[in-house]
């Protein structure tokens, strides 16, 4: 599948102008990232050998921006195309690299603000 543009879902980028929110740890983050993985394992099934929750809400009692960051570790890159199809039914979009080779990123659509950011390692 081709990456989508991520202007696509710009509401839930941020640009160079935007603030960044940083907010007191929420003793919640670990049971979103829980919530999440549980449907990331339901929606891609046996096709990913780990998952992680990384970046600084996975960090007990640091301050952080309230995006829940997800790193997948597959066997193959780029993402098969049944990955990317389970992720979208969870309203993730693919966007590619991103100007990181090697990881590919997938960014939460519809959400009010960044509140999940997943990417993929092989």
């Not at 597959?74 to 690299?97: F, R, S």
Request: aromatic share 6%; glycine share 8%; charged share 15%.
């Amino acid at each position: 599948m081709t990456p989508q543009s991520p202007m696509a879902f710009n509401s839930t980028l941020q640009t160079m102008e935007d603030p960044i929110l940083v907010v007191d740890y929420d003793v919640d983050w670990p049971l979103q990232y829980e919530q999440e993985k549980s449907h990331i394992l339901d929606a891609l099934s046996n096709t990913i050998a780990d998952i992680q929750h990384i970046g600084s809400t996975s960090v007990p009692g640091l301050a952080a921006k309230p995006v829940i960051d997800i790193l997948l570790g597959v066997e193959h890159i780029p993402p098969q195309t049944t990955q990317i199809a389970g992720l979208e039914t969870l309203g993730y979009l693919y966007c590619g690299e991103l100007g990181i080779p090697g990881r590919h990123y997938f960014g939460l659509l519809n959400a009010p603000h960044p509140s999940n950011s997943l990417s993929e390692v092989e």
